[in-house]
């Protein structure tokens, strides 16, 4: 993976696909004038959401700024001129999936989730309807089965495994097999006469692309489902009633729309930020004229009536299939924009579209799966890639995967997602709504699905291994703008960072080059005190400072919470390192200021300003007695912070984390029993100083080897410590066991894991963030996904009252 002579070898394979050789501009064209936003981020979500290009967005822009639109119902010039674009783009839409419009009807709605919805509540199930999904389908359309239960429908998953044949009373011919899961019902069928002679009607729902694998569905299922050609055990297929086929094509429009001159679907859906970024919160059902008449809707609002009486029960609908289902005025001004996204696909056309992000993908998996630890074993397992090709007719440009171990253990998705992160690689982990998918591709049982719930886990959670297994995947997915550069970055990424995978123990960490020979004394001395009063805001540094039983007197004794109960942090509120702090023990107030505020704020350590009344308060399984303050001081962190907050005092007698003892890795485990303020995990962090050397003389070596933008060297106050101790060795902390501070003994509880807070910076008022130095970092100090960097502490003394610590005391500390 070295660059030009990939390329060449990219282009020698695909070069006929790649980069839109035929078009106005090409790929490098594209990236340059369209997306000058990107720098050097690799975005690989376009699955999730794609990009808006520059020219797209002039186009919006300037269109908005010349032309009057007004409210379509009505008849004025400026709503007549709204009408006649709203109707232009209805029909591109039908143009763009090949629908006839005198088939098919377009309408509106917020996106693909509001398309589905309106299906599910409007089908006219019966207690003989049966639902019937695909496994792999979006949560969007499971939820459909919500409104076929509650009407006494059947619901059945099923899986399309096999083309079989069938003989019929003509003969044999070919037909799709497909297999049941359990037949969902709930409660007792309604059985009202209407629905015993009505018709019956079954709805079957696939996705054109699968979100999880990428796997693109046969459109011919849409024609076997509909004529009965297909096989189940303990069905008669021709004798089920009539069959009704929706297209989930969300995902699969982006590069492959479904052609529906060809694959007569009843109802196909579409969020148009997936096809070009803009706009969002907006969408289409495509539906034949024929199935909408079937679908009973009750609900009736403006511009879909032609008269209404407000005092008795009289409406009478619109005849326009469109504007009886748009309820309300449709958002005109998203649907003027979608235009100019049309504009840019066609330019480019779909079929070469899809040829450039295929040829992507296809590069990307083939250099996975070569991929190798030193063992010879597998680093990368793809899911979707050994489907059969008469059920699938190809992969589309996603790139579903796990990385393994040489062991054979899992790295878990979102180790993957955060170094990817600090590499400026924008990938998407889980499940992507897609239980379905993810449960069969990842050999997830009923009774795994239930135990990784029952143990907590939830989507979007760090809950990425259980039991041995990935509860999820590492998901990439291309799009009409990506690059054979995006492309090779993510493979490096991966060879970097997980091929061959670290075997050295990051405890007793060898030293960078560059300190290597420099001599060092054994004898280690605390070089400096730091305590931070307000969680997650400046804290001050001190000569000496008495202790408490929760550790350094005033040390996290205050945080900023949100009106909705929020604890407010520096990760999600950056300005709260702009506030600086102090206290002062003989006039026994806390000192506070802020750029953003004119007075600095003195808040009295009595309980003078505090409100008297006291609760409880719970954070990450901790219990707090905590008081607030009088709303004048309230009132200036709000304005320090630029948000409304209020601040809370820890009373800190019975504070205690509740933890597993059971639970803890020598050397890695957590404060249990200690009495605590608001620390995340205990009451004291170490650093040694020659650590934080070594880390720079990394991050200059870095930068002098052709990293941008990236800082040379931290200060030790980037990593919060409250204890910075000279001499030694660079990461001898990792192997202290226990250790005395002139007379006070502490126990080491292991590493701190450090998170994104270290990358960021204070300077002139404002809050930089940057990728260093937790992408360094994680070069080295990265062990089963979590990166550590310093030592946490807990003191083993009963402290009493005027007990100090001091800067120069000795530190002698204690590896056995």
Same mark, same amino acid.
């Given at each position: 993976?070295?660059?030009?002579?990939?390329?060449?070898?990219?282009?020698?394979?695909?070069?006929?696909?790649?980069?839109?050789?035929?078009? !106005?501009?090409?790929?490098?064209?594209?990236?340059?004038?369209?997306?000058?936003?990107?720098?050097?981020?690799?975005?690989?979500?376009?699955?999730?959401?794609?990009?808006?290009?520059?020219?797209?967005?002039?186009?919006?822009?300037?269109?908005?700024?010349?032309?009057?639109?007004?409210?379509?119902?009505?008849?004025?010039?400026?709503?007549?001129?709204?009408?006649?674009?709203?109707?232009?783009?209805?029909?591109?839409?039908?143009?763009?999936?090949?629908?006839?419009?005198?088939?098919?009807?377009?309408?509106?709605?917020?996106?693909?989730?509001?398309?589905?919805?309106?299906?599910?509540?409007?089908? &006219?199930?019966?207690?003989?309807?049966?639902?019937?999904?695909?496994?792999?389908?979006?949560?969007?359309?499971?939820?459909?089965?919500?409104? /076929?239960?509650?009407?006494?429908?059947?619901?059945?998953?099923?899986? =399309?495994?096999?083309?079989?044949?069938?003989?019929?009373?003509?003969?044999?011919?070919? %037909?799709?097999?497909?297999?049941?899961?359990?037949?969902?019902?709930?409660?007792?069928? +309604?059985?009202?006469?209407?629905?015993?002679?009505?018709?019956?009607?079954?709805?079957?729902?696939?996705?054109?692309?699968?979100?999880?694998?990428?796997?693109?569905?046969?459109?011919?299922?849409?024609?076997?489902?509909?004529?009965?050609?297909?096989?189940?055990?303990?069905?008669?297929?021709?004798?089920?009633?009539?069959?009704? %086929?929706?297209?989930?094509?969300?995902?699969?429009?982006?590069?492959?729309? !479904?052609?529906?001159?060809?694959?007569?679907?009843?109802?196909?859906?579409?969020?148009?930020?997936?096809?070009?970024?803009?706009?969002?919160?907006?969408?289409?059902?495509?539906?034949?004229?024929?199935?909408? @008449?079937?679908?009973?809707?009750?609900?009736?609002?403006?511009?879909?009536?032609? /008269?209404?009486?407000?005092?008795?029960?009289?409406?009478?609908?619109?005849?326009?299939?469109?504007?009886?289902?748009?309820?309300?005025?449709?958002?005109?001004?998203?649907?003027?924009?979608?235009?100019?996204?049309?504009?840019?696909?066609?330019?480019?056309?779909?079929?070469?579209?899809?040829?450039?992000?295929?040829?992507?993908?296809?590069?990307?998996?083939?250099?996975?799966?070569?991929?190798?630890?030193?063992?010879?074993?597998?680093?990368?397992?793809?899911?979707?890639?050994?489907?059969?090709?008469?059920?699938? +007719?190809?992969?589309?440009?996603?790139?579903?995967?796990?990385?393994?171990?040489?062991?054979?253990?899992?790295?878990?998705?979102?180790?993957?997602?955060?170094?990817?992160?600090?590499?400026?690689?924008?990938?998407?982990?889980?499940?992507?709504?897609?239980?379905?998918?993810?449960?069969?591709?990842?050999?997830?049982?009923?009774?795994?699905?239930?135990?990784?719930?029952?143990?907590?886990?939830?989507?979007? +959670?760090?809950?990425?291994?259980?039991?041995?297994?990935?509860?999820?995947?590492?998901?990439?997915?291309?799009?009409? $703008?990506?690059?054979?550069?995006?492309?090779?970055?993510?493979?490096?990424?991966?060879?970097?960072?997980?091929? !061959?995978?670290?075997?050295?123990? =990051?405890?007793?960490?060898?030293?960078?080059?560059?300190?290597?020979?420099?001599?060092?004394?054994?004898?280690?001395?605390?070089?400096?005190?730091?305590?931070?009063?307000?969680?997650?805001?400046?804290?001050?540094?001190?000569?000496?400072?008495?202790?408490?039983?929760?550790?350094?007197?005033?040390?996290?004794?205050?945080?900023?919470?949100?009106?909705?109960?929020?604890?407010?942090?520096?990760?999600?509120? &950056?300005?709260?390192?702009?506030?600086?702090?102090?206290?002062?023990?003989?006039?026994?107030?806390?000192?506070?200021?802020?750029?953003? *505020? @004119?007075?600095?704020?003195?808040?009295?350590?009595?309980?003078?300003?505090?409100?008297?009344?006291?609760?409880?308060?719970?954070?990450?399984?901790?219990?707090?007695?905590?008081?607030?303050?009088?709303?004048?001081?309230? =009132?200036?962190?709000?304005?320090? %912070?630029?948000?409304? *907050?209020?601040?809370?005092?820890?009373? /800190?007698?019975?504070?205690? $984390?509740?933890?597993?003892?059971?639970?803890?890795?020598?050397?890695? *485990?957590?404060?249990?029993?200690?009495?605590?303020?608001?620390?995340?995990?205990?009451?004291?962090?170490?650093?040694?100083?020659?650590?934080?050397?070594?880390?720079?003389?990394?991050?200059?070596?870095?930068?002098?080897?052709?990293?941008?933008?990236?800082?040379?060297?931290?200060?030790?106050?980037?990593?919060?410590?409250?204890?910075?101790?000279?001499?030694?060795? !660079?990461?001898?902390?990792?192997?202290?066991?226990?250790?005395? =501070?002139?007379?006070?003994?502490?126990?080491?509880?292991?590493?701190?894991?450090?998170?994104?807070?270290?990358?960021?910076?204070?300077?002139?008022?404002?809050?930089?963030?940057?990728?260093? &130095?937790?992408?360094?970092?994680?070069?080295?100090?990265?062990?089963?996904?979590?990166?550590?960097?310093?030592?946490?502490?807990?003191?083993?003394?009963?402290?009493?009252?005027?007990?100090?610590?001091?800067?120069?005391?000795?530190?002698?500390?204690?590896?056995?």
């Amino acid at each position: 993976m070295g660059g030009e002579p990939d390329k060449e070898r990219f282009l020698k394979e695909f070069g006929r696909d790649y980069g839109y050789p035929n078009a !106005p501009h090409n790929i490098d064209d594209i990236r340059a004038n369209d997306f000058k936003r990107l720098n050097d981020v690799v975005y690989l979500d376009h699955a999730g959401a794609t990009l808006y290009s520059e020219s797209q967005m002039q186009g919006i822009f300037k269109d908005l700024s010349s032309t009057l639109y007004g409210n379509p119902h009505s008849q004025s010039n400026c709503s007549l001129t709204t009408s006649d674009i709203v109707g232009e783009v209805r029909q591109q839409i039908l143009s763009f999936f090949n629908a006839s419009p005198t088939e098919y009807n377009c309408i509106f709605t917020s996106g693909a989730t509001s398309s589905l919805k309106l299906v599910g509540e409007t089908f &006219p199930w019966s207690s003989r309807s049966n639902y019937m999904y695909t496994m792999e389908n979006h949560n969007s359309v499971l939820g459909i089965r919500e409104y /076929a239960l509650r009407e006494g429908a059947a619901a059945i998953a099923v899986d =399309i495994e096999d083309i079989a044949d069938f003989h019929t009373t003509s003969g044999r011919k070919s %037909v799709i097999k497909i297999v049941p899961h359990t037949v969902q019902r709930r409660g007792e069928a +309604d059985c009202r006469k209407i629905h015993e002679t009505s018709e019956t009607y079954n709805l079957f729902a696939f996705p054109s692309e699968c979100n999880f694998s990428g796997l693109r569905f046969n459109l011919d299922l849409v024609n076997s489902i509909k004529e009965g050609s297909y096989q189940m055990p303990g069905t008669s297929p021709t004798q089920s009633g009539h069959w009704m %086929v929706l297209i989930d094509a969300a995902k699969g429009s982006s590069t492959c729309p !479904p052609d529906l001159s060809k694959y007569k679907a009843d109802f196909v859906v579409v969020s148009f930020y997936k096809l070009f970024g803009y706009p969002t919160g907006i969408g289409a059902l495509i539906a034949r004229n024929e199935s909408m @008449k079937l679908l009973k809707k009750t609900y009736f609002s403006g511009g879909t009536v032609a /008269a209404s009486v407000a005092d008795i029960d009289f409406y009478q609908r619109r005849d326009g299939v469109e504007e009886y289902f748009e309820d309300g005025t449709v958002s005109f001004l998203s649907i003027a924009s979608l235009h100019h996204g049309f504009e840019v696909l066609n330019t480019l056309t779909m079929p070469a579209i899809s040829r450039h992000t295929s040829s992507l993908a296809s590069y990307a998996r083939n250099a996975l799966l070569k991929l190798r630890h030193e063992n010879g074993n597998c680093v990368c397992t793809l899911y979707g890639i050994n489907e059969p090709e008469s059920l699938f +007719d190809s992969m589309g440009p996603i790139v579903s995967f796990n990385l393994k171990r040489p062991d054979g253990s899992w790295f878990g998705y979102r180790e993957v997602e955060k170094l990817a992160s600090l590499s400026n690689i924008q990938l998407r982990t889980g499940c992507f709504c897609n239980p379905g998918a993810c449960a069969k591709h990842l050999g997830l049982s009923h009774s795994d699905l239930l135990s990784n719930i029952e143990a907590g886990h939830v989507c979007w +959670d760090d809950h990425d291994i259980l039991n041995g297994k990935p509860t999820g995947a590492v998901r990439v997915s291309f799009g009409y $703008m990506s690059t054979f550069e995006d492309a090779m970055k993510l493979l490096k990424f991966i060879k970097s960072s997980f091929v !061959p995978q670290l075997t050295h123990n =990051i405890f007793g960490e060898e030293p960078s080059s560059a300190t290597e020979g420099v001599e060092r004394t054994s004898r280690y001395f605390l070089k400096s005190i730091t305590i931070y009063p307000i969680k997650s805001c400046a804290g001050f540094s001190v000569e000496s400072w008495p202790l408490c039983n929760t550790g350094l007197l005033h040390d996290r004794e205050w945080l900023l919470k949100s009106f909705n109960g929020e604890i407010l942090t520096q990760k999600k509120v &950056p300005e709260m390192g702009l506030i600086t702090t102090s206290v002062d023990l003989k006039l026994g107030v806390l000192i506070v200021e802020s750029p953003r *505020c @004119k007075e600095k704020m003195q808040i009295e350590l009595t309980s003078a300003q505090s409100i008297g009344k006291r609760e409880v308060m719970e954070i990450h399984s901790q219990r707090y007695e905590v008081g607030g303050y009088w709303n004048e001081i309230d =009132i200036w962190f709000s304005n320090a %912070v630029g948000r409304p *907050c209020t601040l809370v005092r820890s009373y /800190a007698v019975q504070n205690q $984390m509740w933890s597993n003892r059971e639970q803890c890795i020598v050397g890695m *485990c957590r404060d249990v029993e200690t009495k605590l303020n608001f620390v995340n995990e205990a009451q004291f962090l170490l650093l040694l100083e020659d650590s934080v050397s070594d880390l720079n003389n990394r991050l200059r070596s870095k930068l002098h080897n052709g990293s941008h933008n990236q800082p040379a060297e931290v200060d030790p106050m980037r990593f919060r410590p409250n204890f910075v101790v000279s001499g030694g060795k !660079p990461y001898a902390e990792d192997g202290w066991r226990s250790l005395k =501070i002139g007379e006070r003994n502490f126990k080491s509880l292991g590493g701190c894991n450090r998170c994104q807070m270290i990358n960021m910076t204070s300077a002139d008022g404002t809050v930089q963030r940057s990728n260093e &130095p937790l992408a360094t970092l994680a070069s080295y100090r990265r062990l089963k996904g979590k990166i550590y960097f310093g030592i946490l502490l807990r003191l083993c003394d009963f402290i009493d009252q005027d007990t100090w610590i001091s800067v120069g005391q000795e530190t002698i500390p204690n590896t056995d």
